[in-house]
Each structure stands twice: as structure tokens, then as C-alpha cells.
């Protein structure tokens, strides 16, 4: 019984998902299973260890680059590209976690940003020959066909990202409740009392940064062999902040705030940006208006209220129950 | 190695280039220095001022005039946007502001967007003179520009070393508790700081216009140098902010003149450097409350 109360609640999540699959058309759902992964990394960075991150384009740029060059230059097997993007995540996180974790919450958005943009130019312009530039790189046809699970078709590929998500969330979920996750928010807190305990929270930070940024990776190889071609458009400072409008969208810290975010991000984007045709407009001054009206979110505001009507629905039952007893 | 002409007209296009980037980054850096938030709609009102200058030189022919009215237009917004929002979170952490801010950022893009549409927009240039220097040939307006921004900044020295206000705001940056304590209403300073700065991004975007294209992504694209000059100079410092925009300047005139590619990549190289070296950035304070 308290295997399933850890599980419910991620079934329950992803039972939801399905749904959308059911009602809303193939690209969309596939898109924001995408996107949804992406934005867990953010959500995990800005909300369990208070690193603010505008740069997490870069890393998504950096796994689909990796699975993009493998596609282009070397193999067919989508499963060995992704395992590139995400190895290739891992890597560069590793290679520049020491530096970045030793900042300042402030000076480390920033110095991110920074790094996406290095990478968008290095992939635009530096590293043209390779990349080519803006056409970008498109391998849709290298793609071989895999057995049981086949990738280079989107309802196959819906499939699969929807037990990578799965597979994911419950990695997050176990972090949320582990000591360790416990340790990424004291981090956050009170930097100082987690020292006094003997923590070191330059480690407890390097690993959430890598964790992070190899889940972004992973988001990026899945992009590349959904799309089958990447540009360094992926990476543009114009989209920096897209992550973080989405996990405060979903609500910063919450376990499915990403999943919610993208599902709304998306939606609106796609529905309102037709009948509107301003865009920037709503999600700006929506983003406002959440972090004026306490920062937490769509499903941060959800939360609390379904919870309740959850307990109340309970105890009347339990009252129910009680009187159908007498 | 590179051709002499081609070196001084690239230190002098630098150093043009430095004096917009400063303008560009002064609001950015006042707000953090005395609030301690971090404003990105500063970048708002720089596209802003650009904008208006754009519309007004088209209607009245002067480009002068449509930087004064874009510096006014500047100045309300930024009280505007400071009493309506900004006075609610300046206890929040800077993270907060700097997502509210963008919120503000990318909801007036659109703003824009839904007045003057989505094509980019030449504006005129209002000095077509050239003038030699050193046997060069130089656009007199790139040196106007000079000269604007190094009398911005001995204003903005004047203001906050010589006048009452000024040292009050000064003092602000050091301890605003203490200031409080004085019966100083720190919040009127405030607002008086956000005035100056949304100008000042204002006047960097009239003067920036004629020699780029006026559109509606224009403040996100700059985003990232004026942050990196901040940074680079020392969160709140301003004669780091002056220093570090004619650095920034010249890696990027001097950069493109050795491989173009360059020219955006090599700034933020360089950033992230300084920042390796000396974390706070080259003037910033290590005592930084909050």
C-alpha cells in the first residue's frame, strides 16, 4: 500500500498526460512531453537549490548538437544519439559546474545566459563548416527504423518520451524525498546552517547542476531525433528565458509544475498567439502577475485547493461511512 | 597584422560603440546599486526611446527632438512601472525582480509590437558630416555620441557628489537603514532613481537608432551586453560601468576586425574571465546585504 502511495500520485499525473495525447493532435502532445523534460532541470535548479538559470538553452543545444552530429556524420541509431546527448550533457556540465556553482545566484543567471550565447554564436558562425550554420543540420533520412520501439515515427516516439518522462519524474520525485534533496533546499534556505551541519554544498550543488543540465541535454537529443534537424536557433538569446517563464508558469519548485507550464505554455502559445497575434504580450504580463500574486503558479495555486477538496471529500466519505455504519 | 587606418577607426567605432553601451547599462547598474534589484525592463525603455525617436524624426524631421520626448516617455514609464510594481517586491530577493522584470521585458515587447508592427525600421541619421582624424575618415555622429555619454557620466558624478539628493542616494546604496533612520524617505529616492535610469536607457536608445534598424526585439538582443557590462564593471558601480562598457566596446570593435565571429563571442569570453578572476566584477563591492 505505500508502494502505491509513493506511485499514485505520478500515475495519477501521467494518466493526465495520456489525456491530453487523446484529445489534442500528435505534434502538440509530443511537444510538450519535450518540453516538460526540458523544463524539469530549470524547475529543479530555481526551485530546490535557488539557481536562477537563463542559460539552460546552451545545454539543450549541447545534447542536441551531440545526437545531431552523430545523425549527420557517423550512425543511424536514434537510441545510440541519444545516449551521445545525454553523455555529452554530463560531460560539459562536469567540465563547467566547478566554475559556475561557486557564484552568486545573480552572477550565475548570468554568466549561464553568457554561456548560451557563446554556444549559439560557436554553432552559428565559429563552428559553420561543421554545423552549417543557420541552414542547420538535417539527418530526418539517416535515421534507421528501430525494432519494438520505432523512433523515426511520432506516435512511436510519443510512446517512448512518454516513459523517458515518466522515467524522469520519478527520478525527481526520489530526489525530492531523498536526503539529498532535502540538502539541495537547505542550500537554497540558509547556506551557512547546512555548512554547520557538515554538509558540503559546493558538492550538494555541482551534482544538482549536473543532474540538471544532463536532463536539459536529454531534452535536446530528444529534439533532434523528433525533429531531425537541428539550428542554432535552439539556443537564441531570444528564447533564453522560455524555461523559466515555464516553470514559473507551472509553479517553481512543485513536482509537476513543469508538466503543467508546458502543457499551458504550449497551448497558449499556439491558441492565443492565433487569435491574438501578440504573443509576448500576455505571457509577459501574465508572468508578472504571478509573481505579484506570490510566485507560485498555475499548479501552485491548484495544489493546495485540490488537496483540500481531496481531505474534504474523504472525510465525507469517512463520515459517510461512519453514519452507514450505525 | 591589421592595416592602421583600419585600427584606429575600429578603436574610435569601439569607443562609440562603449558610450551606447554605457547609457545602456547606467539604469541597470543605478537600480541595482540603491534597490537591489535587478531591472531588466531598463532594455524596455531603451527600445522605447528608440521607437519614439524613430516616430517623431519621421513626423517632425528632427531626430534631437524625438530623443528628448523618448527620454520623457522613458522616465514616466519607468515611475510607472516602478509604483505599480517595483514598490511591491523591493524586500523579495533579486531573483524575484529579475523574472518580474523580464515578465515586464517581453509584455512590452509586444506593446510595441502591437504599435509599430513587426518590420524592422531605418532611421535617419542626423549628422552626415565626416571629419578626419589621423587621416581616417570619421562620422561626426559617432563622436556627438561620445561626447554625450562622457557628459552623461560627469552629470551623473555631479549629481551624486554635489547635490543633497544625490548623496542621499548615495548613501542609500550603502546602508538604506541608516538613511531611513535620517528621515530620508528612501522610497521618493528610489522612485527618483527609476526615473533617471528609464531616461537614461531612453536617451541610449534615441542615440543607438540611427545607426542600427529600430525593431521590436531590439532590447532582447542588447540584454546580454548590458548585463555583461554591469557585471563586468561591478554590480552597482558606475565608474565600473563606464570602465567595463569601453572594454566591452572595444573587444567587440577590435574583435570584429580580427575574425568577425568574434565580435559576440570574445565579449562574454572575456566576462566570464573577469568573473573567474574576481568574482564581484572589477569595481563591485564584496558587502553586498541582501
Known amino acids: ?326 | 597584422m591589421i592595416d592602421m587606418h583600419l585600427l584606429i577607426t575600429g578603436v574610435i567605432f569601439g569607443v562609440s560603440l562603449g558610450s551606447i553601451f554605457f547609457l545602456m547599462a547606467i539604469g541597470l547598474s543605478l537600480c541595482f546599486g540603491l534597490m537591489r534589484i535587478i531591472s531588466l525592463d531598463q532594455l524596455l525603455y531603451y527600445s522605447v526611446g528608440a521607437y519614439i525617436a524613430y516616430s517623431v524624426s519621421l513626423t517632425v524631421g528632427n531626430l534631437w527632438l524625438g530623443v528628448i520626448v523618448g527620454m520623457v516617455v522613458g522616465g514616466v514609464a519607468g515611475l510607472l512601472v516602478e509604483r505599480v510594481v517595483f514598490k511591491r517586491i523591493y524586500d523579495r530577493d533579486i531573483t524575484f525582480s529579475m523574472i518580474t522584470s523580464f515578465g515586464i521585458l517581453i509584455g512590452g515587447v509586444g506593446i510595441i509590437k502591437h504599435f509599430w508592427g513587426l518590420v524592422p525600421r531605418p532611421v535617419p541619421v542626423p549628422i552626415t558630416a565626416q571629419v578626419a582624424i589621423i587621416g581616417t575618415e570619421f562620422p561626426v555622429y559617432r563622436l556627438v555620441v561620445i561626447a554625450i555619454a562622457l557628459s552623461v557620466y560627469f552629470g551623473i558624478w555631479l549629481f551624486l557628489n554635489k547635490t543633497i539628493i544625490g548623496k542621499a542616494i548615495r548613501a542609500g546604496i550603502e546602508d538604506v537603514e541608516h538613511v531611513e533612520g535620517l528621515g530620508i524617505n528612501v522610497y521618493r529616492l528610489f522612485s527618483i532613481t527609476f526615473v533617471l535610469a528609464g531616461a537614461l536607457s531612453a536617451l541610449a536608445g534615441g542615440l543607438h537608432a540611427p545607426l542600427i534598424m529600430v525593431d521590436p526585439q531590439m532590447g532582447l538582443e542588447v540584454l546580454a551586453f548590458a548585463f555583461m557590462i554591469v557585471i563586468i564593471g561591478g554590480l552597482g558601480s558606475i565608474k565600473g560601468t563606464l570602465v567595463s562598457s569601453f572594454l566591452v566596446g572595444q573587444v567587440v570593435s577590435i574583435g570584429s576586425l580580427i575574425y568577425a565571429p568574434l565580435a559576440q563571442m570574445a565579449p562574454f569570453a572575456v566576462m566570464i574571465l573577469i568573473l573567474l578572476l574576481k568574482p564581484t566584477g572589477l569595481y563591485g563591492s564584496p558587502l553586498l546585504k541582501r
Open chain 1, 1 to 326: 500500500m505505500s508502494f502505491l502511495r509513493w506511485w499514485w500520485s505520478l500515475l495519477l499525473a501521467f494518466a493526465l498526460v495520456a489525456l491530453v495525447r487523446v484529445f489534442l493532435p500528435l505534434p502538440f502532445a509530443n511537444e510538450i512531453m519535450i518540453f516538460s523534460i526540458y523544463t524539469i532541470g530549470c524547475n529543479f535548479l530555481l526551485g530546490r537549490v535557488g539557481f536562477i538559470s537563463f542559460g539552460q538553452p546552451a545545454y539543450l543545444a549541447v545534447g542536441a548538437y551531440a545526437a545531431a552530429f552523430y545523425f549527420y556524420y557517423f550512425g543511424t541509431n536514434p537510441y545510440v544519439g541519444l545516449l551521445i546527448g545525454v553523455a555529452a550533457g554530463t560531460l560539459v556540465s562536469l567540465a563547467i559546474g566547478p566554475m559556475f556553482v561557486r557564484l552568486r545566484s545573480d552572477y550565475f543567471a548570468l554568466v549561464n545566459l553568457a554561456l548560451a550565447v557563446i554556444i549559439f554564436y560557436l554553432m552559428q558562425k565559429v563552428l559553420a563548416d561543421i554545423t552549417h550554420g543557420d541552414n542547420g543540420l538535417w539527418f530526418l533520412t539517416n535515421l534507421s527504423p528501430t525494432p519494438v520501439l520505432d523512433l523515426t515515427r511520432p506516435n512511436q516516439f510519443f510512446i517512448f518520451a512518454f516513459m523517458i518522462g515518466f522515467a524522469v519524474w520519478a527520478f525527481y520525485k526520489y530526489l525530492d524525498d531523498s536526503i539529498y534533496g532535502a540538502c539541495c533546499l537547505g542550500a537554497k534556505i540558509n547556506d551557512d546552517k547546512l555548512r554547520f551541519l557538515g554538509y558540503n554544498n559546493y558538492h550538494i550543488r555541482l551534482l544538482a547542476f549536473v543532474i540538471a543540465n544532463t536532463t536539459t541535454a536529454l531534452a535536446g537529443a530528444m529534439y533532434a531525433v523528433y525533429l531531425g534537424f537541428v539550428s542554432p536557433e535552439i539556443t537564441s538569446p531570444a528564447r533564453a528565458a522560455d524555461p523559466v517563464v515555464v516553470t514559473i508558469l507551472g509553479g517553481v519548485g512543485s513536482l509537476y509544475g513543469p508538466l503543467v507550464g508546458a502543457i499551458a505554455y504550449t497551448g497558449m502559445k499556439d491558441v492565443l498567439s492565433k487569435v491574438l497575434g501578440n504573443w509576448e504580450l500576455i505571457i509577459g504580463f501574465l508572468l508578472v502577475f504571478i509573481m505579484l500574486a506570490g510566485e507560485k503558479g498555475i499548479l501552485g495555486t491548484l495544489e493546495p485547493l485540490l488537496k483540500k477538496g481531496l481531505a474534504r471529500l474523504a472525510g465525507r466519505q469517512a463520515v459517510q461511512g461512519e453514519r452507514g455504519g450505525r
